[in-house]
Structures are given as structure tokens and as C-alpha cells.
């Protein structure tokens, strides 16, 4: 009974890595100022989730030719510099708002020079030091601010043109054109935090590691469980979406938006416990079919037991 619990407790830390990183995204995205949308005003546009696709794709067959020609190190370092970048942009808002007071008070942006910082610090230390609580520490403060800035930057029907195409796209990638396992290996051996690390036990080094071949070999003793960045950031750009852009009302003294953002994350939660099924067996599996469409049931029920209606928030900009 032991080997069986201790087995499904990385299982069980991903789930609790979703829902922390989703509701962080929920709470910082209310510190971001409007210049962090990628397309001002126009949320509600169709078509804006196409070009987030297109730069997937276009960055996904550009780090498999650099990988094909072995030139993953100079990857690494540009991968080090985003991650750097990203930091800046989810620490920055959040520290001026707490410190606003200060800020006009000394007429001094402390803010500005100590998000600047942490994230110097962080990624300094994720090149030296890339285990595996300093890759999931890194990975969780990205993954809910990038799904704060697309939440606030697509509406609700963007957003599920976006969910319902990555996961299509993640099925073709994992089961059919097989690109993505490749990917993953090669991004693991630059210990980025683009794949969350969950081993079975707290000395697993996962900075001595070279791949993820022993975690996919049946045959072999499973060491740690991995799950995409990505499997973090998109179904919980959805639940942003809500709680910003759905109609404004009360339901029982709570505020609706965002107990839909919370059903939705209830189902993205519902789709990671399938997911860790699967996963525990060894084989590579795409996280964003179950996972989009949980978080999408869960909004859609949620949706209509709030709000009543069938318009599920989209609007049409035609």
C-alpha cells in the first residue's frame, strides 16, 4: 500500500502545480496595466489566437533544427534570456502595486530596479543550480504570468479558438508526427524550466540527468513524472479570460466571472487527474486534449448555471 501512495504523489504535486499556478495567474493579472495586452483593445478579434499559433510553430520547427545540428547550447542561453525577461514582466506589476505608496512617497520606482533583480537572480541561479525545485519554482511564477497576459489579451472566443487548436495541434505533435518527444528530450537536457519535474524521491538530481528516455521505458523504475510548461499555461488562460472579460454580476453575494473562472479550473483539474493516469504508465501522452477540454466543460458548465444563457460570453466582432 506504501509504494502504491508514495507512486501517485508526484501525480498529486502536478495537480496541486496546476492549481497554484492558475490561481496566481487569477490574482496578478489584476496588477498588469493595460500596455501588457498584445492587441490593445481588440480582444474579441478571431483571428488574434492564429498568430500565437503561427509563432508556436514557427519557434517549435526552429528549436528542432537547432537541436538537428547541435547547437543546443546557444539555445539555452536564449531560452535563459526570456526567462529572465519574463520574470521582469511578472514581478514589476505586482511589486509596484504593493509598493505604490513608497513609490510617490520617495519618488523613486524601487520597484522597477528590484524586479530587475530577482529576475537577474533566479535565472543566474536556474543556470547554475537547474534542480528540480528550482526549474518548478521558476516554471510556476512564468506560467501563471504568461497565462495572465494572453488571458487579458484574447477574449472568450479567441481563447477557445486557441485552447480547441493547440490541442489538436499537441495530439498531431505527441501521437502522430512524434516532433514533440524529441522536443522534449532535447529541452530537458538544457534545464529550463519548460517541462515541470516531479520525482518519486527528494534526492532525484534532476540536473544530472541527459533525457527523459528511462521515464517513457516501461521496463524501468519510473524516477520522476514531467509535464510540458505549456500543459500549465494553456488551459488557465481561460479562467483569466473569464474574470476579466465576462459580464460584471453578484450570484449569492460572490462575484460571477470568477466562479466560472473557478469551474473552469475545476475541469482543467478534472483533465490533469486523467492525464497523470496515463502518464503513470510511462508512455508519452499529450496533456492539452484533456486538458483543454476539461477547463473548457468546466467554463461551459459553470457558464450556464450562473449566467443562464448560451451566448457562453462570446462576442462577435462582426
Excluded at 84 to 108: R, W
Excluded at 241 to 270: E, K, Q
Excluded at 271 to 287: D, E, N, S, W, Y
Excluded at 296 to 313: D, K
Aim: aromatic share 12%; glycine share 10%.
Amino acid at each position: 500500500m506504501f509504494e502504491i501512495k508514495r507512486k501517485h504523489l508526484p501525480a498529486i504535486a502536478i495537480i496541486c502545480m496546476l492549481v497554484i499556478t492558475h490561481m496566481l495567474a487569477l490574482n496578478i493579472v489584476h496588477t498588469y496595466p493595460q500596455e501588457y495586452r498584445a492587441f490593445g483593445d481588440d480582444v474579441d478579434d478571431p483571428t488574434n489566437p492564429l498568430i500565437y499559433i503561427g509563432v508556436i510553430l514557427v519557434f517549435t520547427a526552429g528549436m528542432l533544427m537547432v537541436f538537428k545540428y547541435g547547437k543546443g547550447e546557444y539555445l539555452q542561453y536564449a531560452i535563459l534570456g526570456v526567462v529572465g525577461l519574463t520574470l521582469f514582466y511578472v514581478f514589476y506589476p505586482v511589486l509596484f502595486m504593493v509598493g505604490h505608496p513608497i513609490i510617490e512617497a520617495l519618488q523613486f520606482d524601487w520597484a522597477f530596479f528590484i524586479s530587475i533583480l530577482l529576475a537577474i537572480s533566479l535565472t543566474y541561479l536556474l543556470y547554475k543550480k537547474p534542480e528540480w525545485y528550482v526549474v518548478n519554482g521558476i516554471g510556476i511564477i512564468m506560467a501563471a504570468g504568461i497565462a495572465g497576459i494572453f488571458g487579458m489579451s484574447l477574449g472568450i472566443l479567441p481563447v477557445f479558438i486557441l485552447l480547441i487548436a493547440l490541442a489538436v495541434y499537441d495530439f498531431i505533435s505527441v501521437y502522430k508526427t512524434k516532433h514533440m518527444v524529441s522536443l522534449a528530450s532535447g529541452v530537458m537536457k538544457m534545464k529550463v524550466p519548460v517541462m515541470m519535474v516531479v520525482p518519486q524521491k527528494a534526492n532525484y538530481s534532476f540536473a544530472d540527468k541527459e533525457g527523459i528516455e528511462q521515464e517513457l521505458d516501461e521496463d524501468k523504475e519510473r524516477e520522476a513524472m514531467f509535464i510540458g510548461l505549456g500543459d500549465m499555461i494553456i488551459p488557465g488562460i481561460l479562467p483569466v479570460a473569464a474574470t476579466l472579460h465576462l459580464p460584471a454580476m453578484m450570484v449569492g453575494g460572490h462575484y460571477a466571472p470568477n466562479l466560472v473562472a473557478l469551474g473552469s479550473i475545476a475541469g482543467a483539474v478534472i483533465g490533469m487527474i486523467a492525464l497523470t493516469r496515463f502518464v503513470l504508465k510511462g508512455k508519452p501522452h499529450a496533456g492539452l486534449p484533456l486538458l483543454n477540454s476539461g477547463a473548457i466543460l468546466g467554463y461551459i458548465l459553470t457558464y450556464f448555471v450562473i449566467y443562464q444563457n448560451l451566448s457562453f460570453g462570446f462576442v462577435f466582432p462582426f
